[in-house]
């Protein structure tokens, strides 16, 4: 069964650093997003992205964040200069258009010391 | 202003029980609606869609009531594996981006 993967499982960054996080959406979905959750709290919306562009955000993805589909399989987010606060699991999903049921990869948990 | 909303739990139910979950939403141009479960420290893993006309898989049955802005979900015949925390979720948007409620955890006791 298909699935959605991201790398690296944990990540460790001291605060000010950059972060790039990877995720291999599903191969035939178009609809792919970042969802992030604070430990002990509700999983949240970062973004969303389709054909190359991002289709929504929230308040949350800020100007420190940015999204890339640089090939045809890795989607990516970076963080330009981690706080503190960024700590969280970070979910990569995707979706295909006719479902629009979004399936998820198993998270990237970041610390940021 | 929570636009999902759920009992937080715990429930705690002896295994064979039947258990169910309700859930309210505020946002009315939310197009679908969906249960997950979240194990710890784990990825939400897609249950079910819900349908107004209700829908059933094995011992699982969802139910969304638009007119009440409300969702259940029930489960029949409870195994221990069932213990996870369950999470309500709309999507709405152009780009159908989900929108958690906070979750409703549940363990079934052997």
């Known amino acids: 069964e298909p699935e959605v993967t991201q790398t690296p499982s944990h990540q460790v960054t001291q605060m000010g650093q950059e972060v790039i996080l990877r995720c291999v959406p599903i191969?035939?979905?178009?609809?792919f997003y970042w969802y992030r959750q604070i430990l002990g709290q509700k999983v949240e919306f970062l973004v969303s992205?389709?054909?190359?562009?991002?289709?929504?955000k929230s308040e949350i993805f800020d100007d420190q964040f940015s999204v890339e589909r640089p090939d045809g399989s890795n989607f990516t987010l970076k963080i330009r200069s981690t706080k503190l606060e960024d700590s969280a699991m970070y979910f990569c999903?995707?979706?295909?258009?006719?479902?629009?049921?979004?399936?998820f990869g198993p998270g990237t948990r970041l610390t940021v010391t | 202003r929570k636009e999902v909303e759920q009992d937080p739990g715990p429930f705690n139910v002896p295994e064979g029980a039947t258990v169910a979950f309700n859930c309210t939403y505020s946002?009315?141009?939310?197009?679908?609606f969906f249960w997950y479960r979240q194990d710890c420290r784990k990825e939400p893993k897609l249950l079910m869609s819900?349908?107004?006309s209700g829908n059933e898989d094995g011992r699982f049955t969802a139910q969304l009531n638009r007119a009440s802005q409300y969702i259940s979900l029930l489960i029949r015949d409870s195994k221990l594996s069932d213990s996870a925390t369950y999470l309500c979720?709309?999507?709405?948007?152009?780009?159908?981006?989900?929108?958690f409620g906070s979750g409703t955890q549940l363990t079934v006791l052997p």
């Open positions: 819900v349908y107004s």
């Open positions: 999903a995707s979706t295909s258009a006719e479902t629009y049921e979004q399936y």
């Open positions: 979720v709309g999507s709405s948007g152009s780009a159908r981006q989900l929108t």
């Open positions: 191969s035939n979905h178009l609809y």
């Open positions: 946002n009315s141009a939310s197009q679908s």
């Open positions: 992205f389709y054909n190359n562009e991002i289709s929504e």
